[in-house]
């Protein structure tokens, strides 16, 4: 039976938020999914030969750290553009008043959850390190940088993985509570529609009228 109650706050918040957020991500993986094999590591449109020569370095130690770092950030690319695709077509459903809509958006939350603690951890224990690593020695050997542009780097290398977290880890969980409260629950699989009557609200069972009709209708 059709729902005549308007859409929870909470539900209408995680499908808007999901179209702001998710919707630019899913056009970013996949520009960059696309573009990541042509482009390679940069290394070739650099022209300065120093520049070069400290892009090779550095691309030979991340390979020498994390022997599989191309496939690694390719299937993590891969996950995250089907997870954001997926958070998008939920908010959709949720719109909609569809229950596959909530499904989805779990569904989605906790895989795109998952695959970025995981690449979260690998940025924060190697990727970065070495990175970071890297370029002082660089700086050092070309004269480059002050006392503390090394740490300037890690500050900033830094605060984008914890904006990264905030987004793509704080929110999903978030969400995840919204559609899991009872309110969101029982509109999008009308298990409240009983609890409803007395709100003038939509109702699957049959009223108290309707039985003393069927009483009346027995007795003649």
Do not use: H
Not at 4 to 16: D, E
Not at 22 to 39: E, K, M, T, Y
Not at 68 to 77: A, K, Y
Not at 167 to 186: C, D, H, M, N
């Amino acid at each position: 039976m059709a729902r005549s109650k308007s859409i929870p706050a909470a539900a209408m918040f995680v499908a808007i938020m999901n179209l702001i957020l998710f919707l630019p991500c899913a056009c970013c993986s996949g520009i960059g999914l696309v573009a990541g094999p042509a482009l390679g590591d940069g290394t070739a449109f650099v022209t300065d030969p120093e520049q070069k020569k400290a892009a090779e370095e550095l691309t030979k130690r991340l390979k020498e750290n994390v022997p599989n770092l191309d496939t690694i950030q390719f299937l993590t690319g891969v996950l995250t553009l089907l997870a954001s695709l997926d958070l998008v077509v939920a908010a959709i459903g949720l719109l909609m008043r569809q229950n596959w809509g909530r499904i989805l958006c779990i569904g989605g939350a906790i895989l795109l959850i998952v695959v970025t603690l995981f690449n979260v951890g690998l940025q924060a224990t190697k990727v970065i390190p070495v990175t970071l690593e890297a370029q002082k020695e660089i700086m050092a050997q070309q004269g480059q940088g002050g006392p503390g542009a090394a740490e300037m780097l890690g500050i900033i290398a830094y605060g984008a993985l914890a904006v990264n977290v905030v987004i793509q880890v704080g929110y999903p969980l978030l969400a995840l509570l919204l559609l899991l409260t009872p309110s969101v629950r029982e509109f999008y699989t009308g298990t409240g529609g009983r609890n409803d009557e007395a709100e003038g609200g939509w109702s699957d069972s049959p009223s108290r009228f309707d039985e003393d009709d069927r009483w009346r209708d027995t007795d003649r």
